[in-house]
């Protein structure tokens, strides 16, 4: 089971990422994705989910009105538009993989994680 996350990398204030998260059709299958982070010294938050079909969208308080998830089902990836970044959106961002079809905020109703990558923004 791999999910390769790519995207991260270093911003400015207000600057926009997107990240992507690829894995393999029978890890993704009906099941929902989401996005957590972990920032230094910080623990682990959720940050976005999305349904398997793409229904169903949750959003942290926190990035809800700048971050949008999507997701290509064709092509297994999950997406994380990043816009209006803030110093404080740095962290580590982590793909997962739900074990059922709808994708909530805790993260032990996840089964697999990707590797991270990191999202630098400075001020």
């Known amino acids: 089971v791999q999910l390769q996350a790519s995207g991260g990398g270093l911003a400015q204030f207000g600057d926009s990422l997107r990240l992507s998260c690829t894995t393999s059709r029978r890890t993704s299958s009906n099941n929902g994705m989401a996005w957590f982070r972990r920032a230094p010294g910080k623990e682990r938050e959720f940050v976005a989910g999305?349904?398997?079909?793409?229904?169903?969208?949750l959003y942290s308080d926190l990035v809800k009105g700048r971050f949008t998830i999507s997701r290509d089902v064709a092509k297994d990836t999950v997406y994380l538009q990043m816009n209006s970044l803030k110093p404080d959106d740095t962290a580590v961002y982590y793909c997962?993989?739900?074990?059922?079809?709808?994708?909530?905020?805790?993260?032990?109703?996840?089964?697999?994680w990707g590797q991270g990558t990191q999202v630098t923004v400075s001020s």
């Open positions: 997962a993989v739900a074990r059922g079809p709808i994708a909530g905020s805790r993260a032990d109703s996840y089964a697999y």
């Open positions: 999305i349904s398997w079909r793409g229904g169903n969208i």
